[in-house]
C-alpha cells in the first residue's frame, strides 16, 4: 500500500495526529476531545485527518487510502456521517434545538457502518443551555459516535464538558521548524532575510500559518515606514500616528507598537537581543530606548493594553476618538517632567 503524507502542508501537526491515532490503534481512544489552540496553526485539517483516517475503508495503521470513497468524500467536505454543528451567524451562539437534533442523527444509521463525527469548531457558539443538552449526550456515549470540539480556551466550555473529554492543547511549532517552513513555502524567500523570517513568527505567536500571510501582505511591506514614523511621531507629534493607526488595521498596528515597547524594555533591563520580537528593527528599538525611560514605557504599554481592550469589546465605539485619546495619553506620560 502506497503511504501518503499525512498532514503535508502542516508538518507540526503530525505529533498530534499520530498520538490520537495510536490511541485509536491500542482500542485506548475517547468518545470526545477537546482541540484548543489561540493560534491559527491548522487544526481543521487535523481534524479532517483524523475524520478521514476514521472513516477509511482501506486503512493501513497510520494512513489513510485517500482512494476509497469514504476518503474521497471527506476530502470534498461532503460525507454523510460528518456533521459539523455551527452558526453561521458568528455572533449567534448554538440553539438547543441544533443540539437536541443531534440526538436524532445519532441514531440513524451510519453511512457504510463506519460511524459518525460530530464537529464543533467554535465552543464559544455553545451557550449555557445547549452546553448542558450536549453534556447529556457526552453522559451516554453511542458506540462508534465521537465528538471533536474546538476552542480558543478551556474556559470557553462548561467544566462538566472538559471534563468528559480529552483535551488536546495544540501549540505552534519550535522557530527552527516554523523558519523552515516559510522558506519551503515562499516563493523566492531569499528576498526575506533570516531575520526577517523569525520576526514574522514572533509576531504572529509564532503561528507559521499567520507569519505566511503577513509577509505576503502589502502591509509588511509599509512596516518599515510605520516604524519610522512611530519613532518621528515619539520626536515630534504623536498626533502623526492619527490617520495611519485609524484604519482596518488599527488593532494590527497598536499590536506591533506594543511589542516594539516590550523589546525597548528588554534594552533598558539589558536582555541579550536575541530575545526580541522585531530582529530587523534593532536600530529604532535602541533610539526610542534614548528617548524615554523604562518607567514610561511601561506605562505607555499599559495605557495601549487599556485602550485596545475597549476596541475590542466595544462594539460600535468611535475609533478616531478611542486613538485621540490613547496618543494623548501617551504623550503626556513621556513628555512629562516628572519621575514614575
Given at each position: 500500500m502506497k503511504k501518503y503524507p499525512i498532514l503535508p502542508w502542516y508538518p507540526w501537526l503530525n505529533f498530534f495526529y499520530k498520538k490520537i491515532i495510536y490511541q485509536f490503534l491500542n482500542k485506548k481512544n475517547y468518545k470526545a476531545y477537546i482541540f484548543c489552540s489561540l493560534n491559527e496553526l491548522g487544526t481543521n485539517n487535523l481534524i479532517y485527518a483524523l475524520t478521514k483516517w476514521i472513516f477509511c475503508i482501506n486503512k493501513k495503521k497510520l494512513y489513510s487510502c485517500s482512494k476509497?470513497?469514504?476518503?474521497?468524500?471527506?476530502?470534498?467536505?461532503?460525507?454523510?456521517?460528518?456533521?459539523?454543528?455551527?452558526?453561521?451567524?458568528?455572533?449567534?451562539?448554538?440553539?438547543?434545538?441544533?443540539i437536541r437534533n443531534l440526538t436524532e442523527i445519532i441514531y440513524q444509521s451510519s453511512y457504510k457502518d463506519m460511524g459518525k463525527i460530530i464537529w464543533f469548531p467554535y465552543a464559544k457558539q455553545l451557550n449555557i443551555s445547549s452546553s448542558n443538552a450536549l453534556l447529556k449526550i457526552l453522559e451516554e456515549p453511542s458506540n462508534n459516535i465521537w465528538f471533536f470540539i474546538q476552542c480558543t480556551h478551556k474556559n470557553e466550555l462548561l467544566p462538566t464538558i472538559y471534563s468528559?473529554?480529552?483535551?488536546?492543547?495544540?501549540?505552534?511549532?519550535?522557530?527552527?521548524?516554523?523558519?523552515?517552513?516559510?522558506?519551503?513555502?515562499?516563493?523566492?524567500?531569499?528576498i526575506f532575510k533570516k531575520k526577517s523570517l523569525k520576526t514574522a513568527l514572533r509576531l504572529c505567536n509564532y503561528s507559521p500559518i499567520k507569519a505566511y500571510?503577513?509577509?505576503?501582505?502589502?502591509?509588511?511591506?509599509?512596516?518599515?515606514?510605520?516604524?519610522?514614523?512611530?519613532?518621528?511621531?515619539?520626536?515630534?507629534?504623536?498626533?502623526?500616528?492619527?490617520?495611519?493607526l485609524n484604519s482596518k488595521n488599527i488593532l494590527l498596528y497598536?499590536?506591533?507598537?506594543?511589542?516594539?515597547?516590550?523589546?525597548?524594555?528588554?534594552?533598558?533591563?539589558?536582555?541579550?537581543?536575541?530575545?526580541?520580537?522585531?530582529?530587523?528593527?534593532?536600530?529604532?528599538?535602541?533610539?526610542?530606548?534614548?528617548?524615554?525611560?523604562?518607567?514610561?514605557?511601561?506605562?505607555?504599554?499599559?495605557?495601549i493594553l487599556f485602550y485596545n481592550n475597549l476596541l475590542i469589546k466595544i462594539n460600535n465605539i468611535n475609533h478616531e476618538l478611542v486613538l485621540i485619546n490613547l496618543l494623548l495619553s501617551l504623550e503626556e506620560i513621556y513628555k512629562s517632567n516628572n519621575k514614575y
Open positions: 476509497c470513497q469514504n476518503c474521497i468524500l471527506i476530502e470534498n467536505h461532503i460525507h454523510p456521517d460528518l456533521h459539523i454543528i455551527k452558526n453561521n451567524k458568528e455572533k449567534n451562539s448554538i440553539s438547543i434545538e441544533i468528559r473529554c480529552q483535551f488536546w492543547n495544540i501549540y505552534p511549532p519550535n522557530e527552527k521548524i516554523g523558519t523552515l517552513w516559510l522558506k519551503k513555502k515562499i516563493k523566492n524567500y531569499k500571510q503577513l509577509l505576503n501582505n502589502v502591509i509588511w511591506k509599509s512596516r518599515n515606514t510605520f516604524y519610522t514614523i512611530l519613532v518621528s511621531s515619539l520626536e515630534e507629534d504623536i498626533m502623526k500616528l492619527l490617520s495611519i497598536l499590536n506591533w507598537i506594543y511589542l516594539i515597547l516590550l523589546d525597548v524594555i528588554k534594552i533598558h533591563l539589558n536582555i541579550d537581543k536575541k530575545f526580541l520580537y522585531n530582529l530587523d528593527h534593532i536600530y529604532l528599538i535602541y533610539k526610542i530606548s534614548n528617548l524615554i525611560i523604562v518607567d514610561k514605557i511601561l506605562l505607555m504599554v499599559k495605557k
